[in-house]
Structure formats: structure tokens, C-alpha cells
């Protein structure tokens, strides 16, 4: 099937700093892109939809300026958390909807794993 | 979008059918039901998704009732690589008829035992 790749898959960084995620699709154009972030032992919870060209749209109570997301080509969604904190320690996925008629498949990468010192 | 309700936890002896149903009694004429799995600590894996039709790939065939109000994911020969949290989920449309998000519930923990 078709993959997406993400990187880093672990990174760690200190408090008040930004960190980068960037999402790739590997073999297919994907206009639309998705962040999600899970907590232990918890589902994947959607931060926002990533639209290639436009400004993504973020879910209720999701800081838009805190965490920017670029989608400036079809094949890559960039998640970067600005002013680290603790509380943002997540494991962060993105997914990505190959481009089709309805009924689209959206592949999802291995996940990040960020921890903030 | 079209609320789905999974039984948190099944077991399943390895080798045998893994069957893991999934109630969207709400689900609308459009709206796919998409599976996946979540491996501990990995991304989800996309297993398979359908409208109407049942569907059937390498991994698993799905059953969608008539009335489209039920389905069942089957594993047809579960192996302890398959222990893993499975997700039943049914993607709504936006206004506009466009499709919308992927939203994930609790899903159903799948333990494969020897």
C-alpha cells in the first residue's frame, strides 16, 4: 500500500524552543493532509486538515498559532511546535488522503514521538 | 458524522477467524466505514474500507450489512502479529457533499493468543 513517512520519529527538545515534524507521502499526490496527536492509552485525537496551497483548518480548541502547519507541496505537511512545554510531550501522526474520486484511502505515517524537557 | 460503537476487547486463538463487529446505525447514504489497526506505539495501518458492498483484500474482507447499519471486519487467519486495537470508523461528509474527517473512538482491543 502506499506510504507515508515521517520524520522525525523521535525527537526531544527543550522547553521554549520549536520543533519541525514534517509529513511525507512517498508514492502518491495528497492534497489533503491530517495531524493528529494520542496521548498514552488514549484514541488519536484530529488537530487539524491540512489543505495543499491553503491554510489548514484546525479543530476546536487546537491553537492555531502554536502549532503552524505548512502544506506548500503535494507531498509534504510540515507541523512545527512553536514554544515547547511539557504538556505538548505527545505522540503526533499524520495521514495523508490519496488523491481519487470519493472513497479516497488515507494512509497514516509511523507517528512522532516528541518529548519536551 | 456517523457514531460507531465496537466492543472494547475481543479474544481470538490464533489461526482462527478474527470477526470484530462494529453498530453505525446512524450512517448515512454516503458515508464509507473505514478500518484500521493500531499496532502499540506505531501509526494506524490502513486495513480496508467500503460503502456497500462487502469488500475483500490480502488483509481482511469486510461484511456490511443490507441495511448498512452494521459491519464485520474478518481476519480470516489471526495471527499474534495481529494484536493490535482495531478501529471501526465512519466518515461523514461536509456540507457540501465533500468527505470529512477520519474520527477515531475507543475501537476494540483484538488479543490473538497462541
Known amino acids: 500500500g502506499a506510504v507515508v513517512s515521517q520524520h522525525p520519529s523521535r525527537v526531544i527538545c527543550k522547553s521554549g524552543t520549536s520543533v519541525k515534524i514534517e509529513c511525507r507521502s512517498l508514492?502518491?499526490?495528497?492534497?489533503?493532509m491530517f495531524w493528529y496527536r494520542q496521548f498514552p492509552k488514549k484514541s488519536l485525537m484530529l488537530m487539524a486538515t491540512?489543505?495543499?496551497?491553503?491554510?489548514?483548518?484546525?479543530e476546536q480548541g487546537v491553537e492555531k498559532d502554536k502549532f503552524l502547519i505548512n502544506h506548500a507541496s503535494l507531498t509534504l505537511s510540515t507541523l512545527t511546535v512553536t514554544s515547547a512545554h511539557p504538556e505538548d510531550s505527545s505522540f503526533y501522526i499524520c495521514?495523508?488522503?490519496?488523491?481519487?474520486?470519493?472513497?479516497?484511502?488515507?494512509?497514516f505515517g509511523e507517528g512522532s514521538w516528541l518529548t519536551v524537557v | 458524522d456517523a457514531k460507531t460503537t465496537q466492543p472494547p476487547s475481543m479474544d481470538c486463538a490464533e489461526g482462527r477467524a478474527a470477526n470484530l463487529p462494529c453498530n453505525h446505525s446512524?450512517?448515512?447514504?454516503?458515508?464509507?466505514v473505514y478500518w484500521y489497526r493500531q499496532i502499540h506505539s506505531q501509526g494506524p495501518q490502513y486495513i480496508i474500507h467500503?460503502?456497500?458492498n462487502n469488500e475483500t483484500n490480502e488483509m481482511a474482507s469486510l461484511i456490511i450489512t443490507e441495511d448498512r447499519k452494521s459491519s464485520t471486519l474478518i481476519l480470516p487467519h489471526a495471527t499474534l502479529r495481529d494484536t493490535a486495537v482495531y478501529y471501526c470508523?465512519?466518515?461523514?461528509?461536509?456540507?457540501?457533499?465533500?468527505?470529512?474527517?477520519?474520527?477515531f473512538g475507543k475501537g476494540t482491543k483484538l488479543s490473538v493468543k497462541p
Open positions: 470508523i465512519v466518515r461523514g461528509l461536509n456540507y457540501g457533499g465533500s468527505q470529512g474527517n477520519l474520527i
Open positions: 508514492d502518491f499526490q495528497a492534497t489533503t
Open positions: 446512524t450512517i448515512s447514504g454516503n458515508e464509507y
Open positions: 491540512s489543505n495543499e496551497g491553503s491554510k489548514a483548518t484546525y
Open positions: 467500503g460503502l456497500k
Open positions: 495521514s495523508a488522503e490519496e488523491d481519487r474520486a470519493v472513497g479516497n484511502t488515507i494512509y
